[in-house]
């Protein structure tokens, strides 16, 4: 079943790596982190992109979360989360090529696991990429749904940075 407004998010982790080696500039130590603790008590920004490092995740959508990151914590946002199925070193060179840092929360869900828990888990196994997640966006106040946005196939309307401000 698909997480919908007014719905807790569910219990689940998602990893974070935030450290990068000096000496070879590639990323180290991700951490796993339990997705209610990092809530509580923060309205949250989240979206959920297909991969990392594919055409409209890195042209559009991401660039879009950061280049409107004043506007949405002046809206009062206290984190913008980006979820995608990689892994956490992945997620963690992507964002540090998009200039995500201090902006944006590269959360990785390697397995796919959270995607399946909130519903919105998609197989994309005969475009040689597995499972994956919806392209979405959610706005999520103190572990509560306010706001879901999940995107017809290859579409790009209600996920993006824009679709959230209007709803803020």
């Known amino acids: 079943m698909t997480i919908k407004v007014g719905d807790r998010l569910p219990a689940g982790s998602l990893t974070e790596?935030?450290?990068f080696d000096p000496a070879t500039a590639?990323?180290?130590?991700?951490?796993?982190?339990d997705v209610g603790e990092q809530a509580k008590g923060k309205k949250l920004v989240i979206f959920g992109v297909p991969g990392a490092f594919t055409p409209t995740c890195s042209v559009k959508h991401l660039p879009g979360f950061i280049a409107n990151y004043d506007q949405l914590r002046a809206?009062?946002?206290?984190?913008i989360w980006c979820m995608a199925v990689n892994d956490g070193f992945v997620m963690a060179a992507w964002g540090r090529e998009q200039k995500a840092d201090g902006k944006v929360r590269m959360m990785a869900d390697?397995?796919?696991?959270?995607?399946?828990?909130?519903?919105?888990?998609r197989d994309l196994t005969a475009n040689g990429m597995g499972i994956r997640c919806h392209r979405f966006a959610m706005i999520v106040d103190d572990g509560v749904v306010k706001y879901l946005g999940v995107e017809a196939s290859g579409k790009f309307e209600v996920s993006n940075a824009e679709a959230v401000l209007a709803h803020l």
């Open 17 to 19: 790596c935030t450290e």
């Open 26 to 33: 590639c990323p180290m130590n991700p951490k796993v982190l």
């Open 75 to 79: 809206k009062g946002v206290d984190e």
């Open 110 to 121: 390697g397995s796919a696991d959270y995607a399946k828990k909130l519903g919105l888990d």
